[in-house]
């Protein structure tokens, strides 16, 4: 007969070992690579992900914003409808990309809890601009508070949310954001990291500082890559192919690996390439064996 308490304490390590168990088999889990569906935007859904599977990704990272894929004003009826097209053509969608940035937006529950439901892990929020104001700290401050309120409802939903490093929106360096994603609960608040505007925003050796910083709490992870030119308007960030720019790919596939990350990889293409869906396929297969080289 056991008494009570120790079959408190059994019960405990019985759900450490199954946490132990369970970060392994995560750990160890092939990473989906994923296409943003930004740059197919004439394909419907089923056409998406059959091009998708076509091109080799696993999955496909969703827009549910304005002019995306799936309308904001219409997640409830269309997210998992569209949910259930791609996945019919034998791809995932473990995330979303949206222009959330308050958990007071009209379509927040909506679009988190429709996700949700159809099995979508991970949601990418929307981007907090600095003004022209010197209250720095102030503008921060509000970024967070809004991040907190967005992890509240992540959480009441079941879904992870991440945040992304854009260049020339708060956040981008990732020192500034850092403080404030910390004290929320990292189960369901990390960060969407992008290699390529911690880059821009950190060229020497503080962008591989802020990888370190954010990689315990790493959600989902963007590639794309960029350089600098001169042109006669003087020094300029360009957009170009995977593995043609400045970002240190066998550094974040360094990092990655001792983060033990198995999280969604979504391929982004944001340099120009001609028009066209069989253009910007090709690119993005071009893309996505460059990105396997790295990161697997």
């Keep these: 007969m056991f008494t009570r308490r120790e079959l408190i304490r059994a019960a405990g390590q019985a759900a450490l070992l199954t946490t132990v168990v369970h970060t392994r088999v995560s750990a160890q889990s092939p990473r989906v690579f994923c296409l943003f569906s930004k740059h197919l935007p004439e394909l419907n859904w089923g056409d998406l992900g059959r091009a998708v599977k076509d091109a080799g990704f696993e999955g496909v990272d969703l827009t549910v914003r304005p002019g995306g894929h799936v309308l904001p004003e219409r997640a409830a009826d269309d997210l998992p409808r569209a949910i259930e097209a791609l996945t019919a053509q034998g791809v995932k969608v473990p995330m979303i990309t949206t222009d959330l940035t308050s958990a007071n937006a009209p379509a927040a529950r909506p679009i988190l809890q429709a996700a949700a439901k159809a099995g ?3 949601f990418k929020t929307g981007y907090w601009r600095y003004s022209s104001s010197p209250d720095v700290r102030a503008q921060v401050a509000a970024a967070g508070t809004a991040l907190e309120g967005l992890a509240a409802l992540a959480r009441e939903y079941g879904i992870e949310m991440g945040f992304h490093n854009h ?3 708060i956040g981008a360096a990732l020192w500034d954001i850092a403080p404030h ?3 929320l609960d990292a189960r369901w608040a990390g960060y969407y990291f992008d290699p390529r505007h911690a880059v821009a925003e950190g060229g020497g050796g503080a962008w591989k500082a802020a990888t370190h910083l954010v990689a315990s709490r790493l959600k989902m992870v963007a590639v794309k890559d960029c350089r600098w030119v ?5 020094w300029a960030i360009e957009n ?3 593995g043609e720019g400045q970002v240190d790919w066998t550094f974040v596939g360094r990092v990655l690996g001792d983060a033990q990350f198995a999280g969604p990889i979504s391929v982004h293409l944001e340099y120009e390439i001609p028009p ?4 910007t396929l090709d690119a993005a297969k071009r893309d996505l064996a460059v990105a396997r080289r790295f990161l697997t």
């Design 230 to 234: 001169k042109s006669a308007k003087g």
């Design 167 to 169: 260049q020339a929106y």
């Design 276 to 279: 066209g869906t069989t253009h």
């Design 240 to 242: 170009c192919p995977l």
């Design 120 to 122: 979508v892990r991970y």
């Design 181 to 183: 994603i910390d004290r």
